[in-house]
């Protein structure tokens, strides 16, 4: 992160560590420059339960980092009082690459983001307006919002620009992979190197580039006869939309369990089981999963395994551990 | 009978000279408009939740929440200029509930004789997805119930109520621009309407503050092009059938009358 001084100058600039082994970054961020300052009011906000109804929701009650700010072993999160959501938390990481958000594209801008969460009757049930006036009548609030924004009138434009400039600066690009990929000493062994090649061969036409995602919506052959979640269709009620959901990275997936939209697999042996024997012929199944008659992708258990062993080196411990996006102490 | 017809044709040419509405226009003259927007259901006022109205499917129905964005307001005056009002000051939010809210105070209008207006009911596309910093007033999610955060874009007319057809309430809240990009278009219920005053005039002066009126007869939601029946569809929020009600919508707002008071 580069860091110019400051002496009662304006505010120094922070800079998105895009990795080089990244595409272009997404998030415009001429609108929103991410600054020191907007970073720490975004992360002291980002841990904070005032942005709940009764302040015992934050967003990192969800989105924890030792999971990559996922949800660890909850199929769906709880929220306030305890109410269950009806989708999977996904990982915060290298949002600035991503065009849409949630797991059906509702949300188009990170900005808007928020929004969402708190307002929502099972996870924070809050007003944005309740937010906000309880963030003008806090204690050290209003003199941060001064730090990061120059004045300390508390807006909207402000708390959600101040939580984008947190989110956008926690990026994932430096796991044992990455490290191998930019010929920086790493190793793998041969069954990861194997892994790393069919992931290629079988994976990378949804999972791309060093994203491990083309961000695309698509409709992976679960099994939807019980389930009522329609994913991208409540977004553009476009038929062929039904049942598709955004591709996610595969970028520390092994702390990021259970997986799908709706947390159905627990593991990721049965994520590639379901790749290889139990994809679904739905509708709008991707042609991807479906070669003449057949359905998925064809692994062998060694496949399988060097598959895994492969992911595991996705697992990026410096993201998980790094004390900047960490809860501050108080 | 000569002089008589003489008289007449003189009092003809007084009378159309001498209107206090010709008073010649100084360069750089501005003033004051206000379009007063007046809900009403059918022939009768609309009072919400006490008044019990009837539809065109035979429904009884009370309204508890009506409100609906009116923004991009153009001008049009007698002689075909238009005037466009500054985009920023453009979006109201028009709410049975709040009565100053039904006074669209239009500000630095220049002088001139308006006959026509333009406005859009909803919210345009390209505000839908601008930056937050545009998000401003009427159109801020802190301050407005008429935001979808989910599926993000503003909810452009919200009408509840309760019937005797129905158990529960009715809920309609209709929105949709049309989609954020080309792999996400959606329907779009944004409506543009032009008003014209017929042979009134809105004299816009630094000393003269006109006020239109009109009228907006939520019947017509119901009974309009789809007869909206409340017990077929008691709920009807983003979904194919909400384009039945916008384009109804797009025909409840009517010219009233325009009075054009001196300055206060």
Known sequence: MLLTCCDGEPEPEMRIDAPVNFPSITYNTQKNPVTTKGFELGRSLFYDGILSRDGTISCGSCHQQGAAFSHRGHIVSHGIDDKLGTRNAPPIMNLAWQKYFLWDGGVHDLDLQPVAPIQNPVEMDEK??????????????????????????????????????????????????????????????????????????KCASC?????????????????E?????????????????????????????????????????????????????????????????????????SLTKDDK?????????????????????????? | MKNLYIYLVLLIIVASSCSSNDSEIKPNEKGTLTLHFDNVVGDKDLTLTSGVYTNSSSESF??????????????????????????????????????????????????????????????????????????????????????WSWNSGYIFFKMEGTSTAIDDSFYYHIGGYGGYSSDAKTFNNIKTISIHFGGDKATVRSTIEPEAHFYVDVLKVFNGETTLSIKDHPMVMFSDYSVNIAT?????????????????
């Open chain 2, 62 to 147: 009370s309204v508890t929440t009506l409100k609906y964005f009116i923004s991009n307001i153009k001008l049009k005056t007698t002689d075909n200029k238009e005037f466009v009002v500054p985009q920023d000051s453009s979006y109201f939010l028009v709410d049975e509930s709040v009565e100053e809210s039904q006074d669209l105070l239009l500000k630095d209008i220049p002088a001139a004789d308006y006959n026509e207006v333009t406005f859009t009911i909803g919210v345009d596309s390209a505000r839908s997805v601008s930056d937050v910093s545009k998000r401003k007033g009427v159109l801020d999610p802190a301050e407005t119930d008429m935001y």
């Open chain 1, 128 to 201: 944005l307006e309740r937010v906000l006036d309880k963030l003008r009548n806090h204690e050290s609030y209003p003199d941060k919002f001064d730090q990061a924004f120059g004045s300390n009138e508390i807006n909207t434009e402000r708390l959600l620009k101040a939580l984008s400039q947190f989110m956008v600066t926690l990026v994932s690009g430096n796991s044992r992979y990455d490290k191998y990929k930019r010929g920086e000493g790493e190793v793998l062994t041969s069954d990861e190197i194997e892994g790393l090649n069919l992931v290629q061969q």
């Open chain 1, 305 to 330: 395994a060097r598959i895994i062993a492969f992911i595991k080196t996705l697992t990026d411990r410096q993201f998980l551990r790094d004390t900047r996006f960490s809860e501050a102490s108080k």
């Open chain 1, 207 to 223: 999972h791309s580039t060093d994203l491990f995602t083309d961000l695309s919506f698509r409709d992976n052959g679960l099994d």
């Open chain 2, 248 to 264: 109804n919508y797009a025909s409840i707002i009517e010219y009233g009358h325009v009075h054009n008071d001196p300055k206060k």
């Open chain 1, 225 to 297: 006869t019980t389930k009522t979640d329609y994913g991208r269709y409540a977004i553009t009620l476009k038929e062929t939309d039904r049942f598709k959901f955004k591709v996610p990275s595969l970028r520390n997936v092994e702390v990021t369990a259970p997986y799908m939209h709706d947390g159905r697999f627990r593991n990721l042996d049965m994520v590639l089981d379901h790749y290889a024997e139990g994809v679904h012929n739905n509708a709008n199944l991707d042609p991807l999963l479906k070669q003449g008659d057949v359905l998925g992708i």
